[in-house]
């Protein structure tokens, strides 16, 4: 029989005070009808956790066979930024389905006209792009277990506080919108790049391309600062090719691969006789650009002496060829860019002043990949149709391996993802990549999540109280035993899933939990 569990939903009167409900009496209770106005007159600006802003609202349909909940479920939703849905039953929640399209689905376990479970299948075999979020005041491992094999996306077991239904709800939006956004990019993002081959949609990557923006039309220096990797002469070459003198030349210069001399040759020129070897005069390049940019890369690592005549030449508008007793004017715009903390340099004497303020007139800076995780699928997208195109292979992600790029931190950035597809793609048999195609870093760094997500069941057992003095000395054989009974007390019993998250048979745990009992035995036989 339905349990009025509705009626008690409380609202906290504007404190820090959760909103929850208990478990319902059996019998049901009666309320003041100022409880359930509470639902209806809730603010959610200042009691509800809203999606991220720049996300569409998701379609969601709670199924709940008590009204009340369904109502309350849809209050809170709605607050949230979600276009909520109900149906109270099985056969009307698949109605709803047919008529009206659905992106997640929070959904009861117990549910007349066949239980939740059953909707669970149903909708995963019909709708599996659905995202669902099972919820129940009938918990255990094996329901929860269940109900994550047949793919719920999470679950939560009734009372539940309302900030854990809200992050729940919220964590499950936000991994629906990265699966579509993966899914769509497979079949229409793989030839969209942004400004002149700058690829990403997100809000680090906006900034970025309004700066270009405004300063692609300018001739002033701009110092591009970023981490290694993360494509700073890509957004030297999009500042040229937007700027008014994109059909000029855009010459870069690795001033940390050059010795000092050969710098100073390369930038400024040199006249005949100016040296052994130099048999012909060779025009430098800040002269040679012509009206075009001069990318000065890695400019960090130029020699204090070249700065001074670098910091000349820019004032100046001119350079001096070495062995020669003229100028010659230039008139290249430069573009330079470090991944060295240059304003530190400035402090520690190893950088001029006055070269720095020149050179920075606009500083823009480029996120590292770790910042802008949302475009690491259109990235990978973009690479992979660009092999396509190169060798007439084809290749897609597994959603997992997606995921697992997405999670990983990139200290390579860009540079590092791209080396690591090109990998992946020459070490896969087929056309889906896997996780197991993934470089070894990434394999390691896999490890290390699962290996910390098992720790963590465990780190109460082996992680006593502090103490004044030292900690106590404890045997193998009791913080194995601790490891064993405290997993299979926290699953409230499930020895199955103990032994699979604790790595060992079942027969292993067994054979345990059979040690243990003896000993158990035989002490209290020694005290009697």
Not at 380 to 406: D, K
Request: hydrophobic content about 40%; charged content about 25%; proline content about 5%.
């Amino acid at each position: 029989m339905a349990r009025n569990l509705c009626n008690d939903w409380r609202i906290a009167e504007h404190s820090a005070e959760k909103w929850t409900y208990p478990i319902a009496n059996t019998a049901a209770t009666t309320m003041s009808s100022r409880l359930l106005a509470g639902v209806t007159d809730l603010e959610p600006s200042q009691h509800l956790q809203r999606l991220p802003e720049g996300v569409a609202p998701l379609r969601i349909l709670v199924v709940d066979d008590e009204a009340l909940v369904r109502k309350a479920c849809c209050e809170i939703t709605a607050g949230m930024g979600f276009v909520p849905l109900s149906a109270g039953d099985v056969p009307e929640a698949l109605a709803v389905l047919q008529q009206r399209p659905v992106e997640m689905l929070l959904l009861d376990l117990k549910l007349p006209g066949g239980g939740g479970l059953k909707l669970l299948s149903v909708v995963k075999n019909l709708y599996p792009e659905i995202g669902v979020v099972m919820m129940t005041a009938f918990a255990s491992v094996s329901s929860a277990v269940e109900s994550m094999r047949i793919g719920a996306a999470d679950y939560l077991a009734k009372p539940f506080a309302l900030d854990e239904l809200t992050s729940v709800l919220t964590r499950t939006s936000q991994r629906l919108h990265f699966d579509m956004e993966s899914r769509q990019l497979r079949e229409r993002l793989r030839t969209q790049t942004g400004l002149s081959g700058l690829i990403g949609t997100s809000p680090k990557m906006e900034e970025v391309y309004h700066i270009l923006s405004k300063v692609a039309h300018s001739t002033l220096p701009v110092l591009i600062l970023g981490e290694s990797g993360t494509g700073k002469e890509m957004v030297a070459r999009s500042i040229h090719m937007n700027g008014s003198n994109a059909s000029n030349p855009f010459i870069p210069v690795d001033c940390g691969s050059l010795v000092p001399t050969l710098i100073e040759s390369e930038l400024f020129g040199y006249v005949k006789g100016a040296f052994t070897g130099a048999n012909r005069a060779k025009e430098g390049l800040l002269a040679a650009a012509d009206g075009g940019t001069v990318f000065l890369d890695e400019i960090g690592e130029l020699p204090m002496d070249l700065q001074a005549k670098l910091l000349r030449a820019l004032q100046e508008k001119e350079v001096r060829p070495v062995g020669a007793t003229h100028a010659v004017p230039i008139s290249a715009r430069i573009l330079a860019a470090t991944n060295r903390d240059l304003s530190a340099m400035v402090v520690q004497g190893t950088f001029r002043k006055d070269l720095y303020f020149r050179l920075s007139v606009v500083n823009l800076k480029l996120p590292p990949l770790r910042d802008r995780r949302n475009d690491i699928p259109v990235l990978a997208a973009h690479f992979l149709e660009r092999m396509h195109r190169e060798n007439g292979t084809s290749h897609v992600f597994s959603e997992e391996a997606i995921r697992l790029m997405t999670e990983y931190d990139w200290p390579g950035n860009v540079r590092e993802l791209e080396n690591a597809i090109e990998r992946a793609c020459a070490l896969s048999s087929g056309p889906v990549l896997h996780m197991a195609d993934l470089p070894t870093q990434l394999q390691d760094f896999r490890a290390q999540r699962t290996q910390e997500a098992r720790s963590s069941i465990t780190h109460d057992e082996f992680n006593p109280a502090e103490t004044s003095g030292p900690a106590p000395i404890v045997s193998i054989a009791d913080m194995e035993r601790q490891a064993i009974l405290g997993t299979i007390r926290q699953l409230n019993g499930d020895k199955l899933m103990a032994a699979k998250l604790l790595g060992i048979g079942k027969t292993t745990l067994y054979r345990k939990l059979n040690e243990y009992s003896l000993a158990e035995k035989k002490s209290s036989a020694s005290r009697a």
